[in-house]
């Protein structure tokens, strides 16, 4: 019975560096939806797939943010040439299906700090 | 101007006040979720509404469609429930479930 997993829980890096973040979904759900928190902001969209496909993935900030969920479960979020801008919490969340009346379940986050 | 708009942004109660926290939004809407979170990051649902109020333990959601406002409610607050606020919207014209997000309230209930 457990929950969303994101691991690392942090992760330290250096700028310019590649660095990619697990989310390990509830089990059965279908839906799963990655944010972005910066410090002492709401969450912002980044990308929500359904299976093993990404139906929405228009709040990529731009091009070295890539996300894939190869077996509809597991999915990995993968930045490319980190920039001090990227230092946030990643959030992912999962549910049963994505439809108007789903409750999204959220992982702990991952805090990725860029130096 | 932020679709999704909370009030306050900080909030600081004695043990046992009644305490509202306000959120506005400015788009056509499906649902909205009340969610709590905790230092550390993790975020747990309080509330998904799509109209009407919903009542859970010593916590009251309300929401007006008409007037695109919703609030929550802590009734006899302890200082447990300090924690971050945040308010989110499911907007019509968005896919699947993805959530916009106001930018919490920050709630410290002293002993």
């Known amino acids: 019975g457990a929950g969303v997993s994101q691991t690392p829980s942090n992760k330290v890096t250096e700028k310019g560096k590649y660095v990619e973040l697990r989310c390990d979904p509830i089990s059965g759900h279908t839906a799963l939806y990655w944010y972005r928190q910066s410090l002492g902001q709401g969450p912002e969209f980044l990308i929500y797939f359904q299976g093993t496909g990404a139906a929405d993935d228009s709040g990529l900030p731009n091009d070295r943010f890539f996300a894939v969920r190869p077996e509809g479960s597991v999915s990995t979020l993968k930045i490319q040439r980190t920039e001090r801008g990227d230092s946030a919490v990643y959030l992912c969340?999962?549910?049963?299906?994505?439809?108007?009346?789903?409750?999204?379940?959220f992982g702990p986050g991952t805090r990725l700090t860029v130096l | 101007k932020n679709e999704v708009e909370q009030s306050p942004q900080n909030l600081t109660a004695q043990e046992g006040e009644f305490i509202t926290i306000n959120c506005s939004y400015s788009v056509g809407i499906s649902a909205l979720h009340w969610l709590q979170q905790h230092p550390g990051g993790g975020i747990v649902s309080l509330f998904m509404l799509s109209s009407g109020k919903k009542k859970h333990g010593r916590l009251i959601a309300t929401i007006n469609i008409q007037e695109k406002h919703s609030s929550l409610h802590i009734t006899a607050s302890h200082p447990r429930d300090s924690a971050v606020y945040i308010c989110?919207?499911?907007?019509?014209?968005?896919?699947?479930?993805?959530?916009?997000f106001g930018e919490g309230t920050q709630l410290t209930v002293n002993p």
């Open positions: 969340a999962s549910s049963f299906q994505a439809g108007v009346g789903d409750e999204q379940f």
């Open positions: 989110a919207v499911k907007k019509w014209e968005t896919s699947g479930s993805r959530l916009t």
